[in-house]
C-alpha cells in the first residue's frame, strides 16, 4: 500500500497527483504531501521509532518515502541535544536546551532535507539533482548525489564564503556560480525548470525536501523523553522548515506519540540585515511580508524574498511565539557566547538564533522555568571568516620555548 | 511592445504561448491589456484589493516590482515582464 497520495494546496485546497511539481495551478499556491494518515495512524509508534536507527530514518514513517525506497542517507540526524547549563545560566533559563545540528555529516541542518529530497528523486528516476543554495544546501546536494551516483548541478551566488565553495567544490559537481544575490539565482532556477529534466531539491521537488525538517522537531522530542517544549527557537530563511516544524507537532500528537497537546511557541529569527518577515511581524499587516534586499554575515539565511512568510508569522501569532531580529554585532557576540559558555561553534545563522534567544531572555520573555529549545542549524568553520576580523585573540600571548618566557608573559 | 513571459502553470489561459506582446505604459496596465487577450490573467495574478497576490512574483527586466514602484512601474517598449511563481527555495 503506498503511504503518499498526492499534493495538495494549501491555500485552495486543489489536488494533484504525485509528481515533481510545487505550485498550485489554480493560485500559485504551495503544494503539500498528502499522506494516508489512517494507515499511519495504526502504524506509528514510540516503541516502532525507538527500534529504528540512530538517524533520522528512525521517522521513516512520517517521510515522503515509500517502504520499499532505497534511501540515500550518510548517517543524518539524530543529533545531539544537550542541555545548556552555563548558557542557560547567563539568561536566566534553568530548562535551556540545545539541537546541535552542526553534527550532520555536511554540518548542517540541510542534510535532513536533502537525504529525502535525493532519495525521492532517485525512486522517481530523476538522474540531475540540482538546487539554488545560500551554500549551505549546495554542499549537501554536492555530496547526497556524489553518494548516490547522481549528475548533480548547484547554483549559488558568485560571492559566496570562501569555505563553503571549498565544502561544495571537493564532491566535484557541476557549480554554476550566479552574478547575483541568492534571490536572484532561485529566480533563475524556477524559469530553468521548464526546460530541464532535473529534481531541483527547493523547486520542483520542495514537497518532498521540505518534509524532512519534520525530524528536527520529532527528534527534539524524544530526546526530551516525549515531551513538548514550551518554545522553540528557529532561524528563519523562506520560512520553509518553520512550518514543517508546526506540522511535526500536529503529527506528534495526532499519532499519539506525545501525551500532552499544548503546541510550543514557535518563534523566529531573522537578521536585521535581511528581516522581511520580522519586519512584517512587526507591522499592522504581519502576513504580508515585502521583499528586501538583504545584507547580513548571516549568508545561509539572507533571502529577502521567503515564499513561506507569510505561514511564519501566521504560526508564530497561532502558537503565542515572537519573530525577532538582530544586529550584525548581536550575530558575532552570540557566535561567541556559545562557544564560550558551551563550547559549540556556529556559524553566523546559528549566532542569529542565540541572538534572539539572548535577546527575548534578557527582555524578560521567560521567568525561568521554561523548557526553552535553540536550534543550532550550521557549523561555524562554515563563516569562520566572520571572526578572523574580531578581536577573538584577547587572551593570546606569544612566548618563547623557555620557561623563564613562560613565566614572564603568562599569568596563572 | 512590451512582453510577457508566461511560466508553465499559466499556459493554459494563454493557448500555450510563453510569451505574450502587450502595448502598455504602466505594468497595472500591461496585465489589464494580457487579461483583454486572454480572459482570466487579471483574477491569477492579482488579488481582490487588485494587488499582486503573495505567491506571484513579477519581474520587470529582472527587478522584483515589489521592490520599485509595483503596479505603477513604468513599462516601455522592448521590456520583459517575467511571471515567476513565488514558492520556490528553502532555509
Redesign the interface.
Known amino acids: 500500500m503506498a503511504k503518499l497520495l498526492g499534493l495538495r494546496c494549501r491555500e485552495c485546497g486543489a489536488e494533484y497527483e504525485l509528481q515533481a511539481t510545487h505550485v498550485c495551478e489554480m493560485c500559485f499556491g504551495p503544494l503539500d504531501a498528502i499522506y494516508d494518515e489512517a494507515a499511519l495512524r495504526k502504524k506509528v509508534s514510540r516503541q516502532r521509532i525507538e527500534q529504528g536507527p540512530p538517524s533520522m530514518w528512525r521517522y521513516r514513517d512520517l517521510l515522503p518515502v515509500e517502504d520499499d525506497t532505497q534511501v540515500v542517507t550518510l548517517g543524518e540526524g539524530f543529533t545531539p541535544l544537550v542541555r545548556a547549563e552555563r548558557l542557560g545560566a547567563e539568561l536566566g533559563l534553568r530548562n535551556l536546551w540545545l539541537k546541535n545540528d552542526s553534527m550532520n555529516p555536511t554540518n548542517s541542518f540541510k542534510d535532513r532535507v536533502v537525504s529525502v529530497a535525493i532519495s525521492w528523486a532517485r525512486a522517481n528516476g530523476f538522474e540531475t539533482i540540482a538546487c539554488a543554495s545560500t551554500g549551505n544546501l549546495a554542499n549537501a546536494v554536492a555530496a547526497y548525489a556524489a553518494r548516490a551516483g547522481l549528475e548533480c548541478f548547484v547554483f549559488i551566488p558568485v560571492d559566496l564564503e570562501p569555505a563553503k565553495v571549498v565544502s561544495i567544490s571537493v564532491f566535484d559537481p557541476n557549480v554554476v556560480a550566479v552574478r547575483g544575490n541568492y534571490d536572484e539565482v532561485n529566480r533563475l532556477c524556477s524559469q530553468l525548470l521548464e526546460s530541464t529534466p532535473w529534481a531541483f531539491c527547493n523547486i520542483n521537488i520542495r514537497p518532498f525536501y521540505a518534509e524532512g525538517s519534520k525530524t528536527l522537531t520529532f527528534e527534539t522530542v524524544e530526546q526530551l523523553g516525549w515531551r513538548l517544549p514550551d518554545e522553540i527557537i528557529i532561524p528563519i530563511a523562506s520560512g520553509c522548515q518553520f512550518v514543517r516544524h508546526r506540522q511535526a507537532i500536529r503529527e506528534l500528537i495526532d499519532y499519539g506519540l506525545v501525551r500532552d497537546d499544548r503546541v510550543p511557541a514557535l518563534t523566529g529569527a531573522q537578521a536585521l540585515g535581511c528581516a522581511p518577515v520580522y519586519n512584517a511581524f512587526k507591522s499592522d499587516t504581519p502576513e504580508r511580508v515585502l521583499p528586501v534586499k538583504p545584507d547580513t554575515i548571516a549568508r545561509s539565511i539572507a533571502i529577502g524574498n521567503p515564499s513561506d512568510g507569510m505561514y511564519v508569522n501566521r504560526i508564530a501569532l497561532e502558537t503565542g511565539g515572537v519573530v525577532e531580529a538582530v544586529t550584525e554585532d548581536e550575530i558575532v557576540a552570540a557566535m561567541r557566547l556559545l562557544a564560550r559558555t558551551e563550547g559549540i561553534f556556529t556559524e553566523t545563522a546559528g549566532g542569529v538564533t542565540i541572538g534572539v534567544l539572548a535577546k527575548l531572555a534578557r527582555a524578560g520573555r521567560w521567568k525561568g522555568d521554561e523548557v526553552v529549545v535553540a536550534y543550532v542549524t550550521g557549523h561555524g568553520l562554515k563563516t569562520a571568516d566572520v571572526l578572523a576580523s574580531v578581536d577573538g585573540h584577547a587572551r593570546r600571548v606569544e612566548i618563547e620555548p623557555t620557561l623563564k618566557s613562560f613565566r614572564e608573559k603568562v599569568t596563572i | 511592445m512590451a512582453q510577457f513571459?508566461i511560466?508553465?502553470?499559466?499556459r493554459?489561459l494563454s493557448g500555450g504561448e510563453t510569451t505574450v506582446k502587450v502595448e502598455a505604459g504602466d505594468l497595472g496596465a500591461a496585465i489589464d491589456a494580457l487579461d483583454a487577450r486572454y480572459p482570466g490573467f487579471r483574477d491569477?495574478l492579482l488579488d481582490h484589493n487588485g494587488q499582486l497576490?503573495?505567491?506571484?512574483?513579477v519581474?520587470l527586466n529582472?527587478e522584483?516590482v515589489?521592490?520599485g514602484a509595483g503596479l505603477e512601474a513604468k513599462v516601455s517598449e522592448k521590456d520583459e515582464i517575467?511571471i515567476?511563481?513565488?514558492?520556490?527555495?528553502?532555509?
Not at chain 2, 497576490?53 to 512574483?57: D, I, S
Not at chain 2, 515567476?84 to 532555509?91: E, K, L, M, Q, T
Open positions: 513571459r511560466p508553465g502553470p499559466l493554459r491569477r497576490r503573495q505567491f506571484v512574483n519581474y529582472d522584483d515589489r521592490l517575467s515567476v511563481p513565488a514558492v520556490a527555495g528553502g532555509g
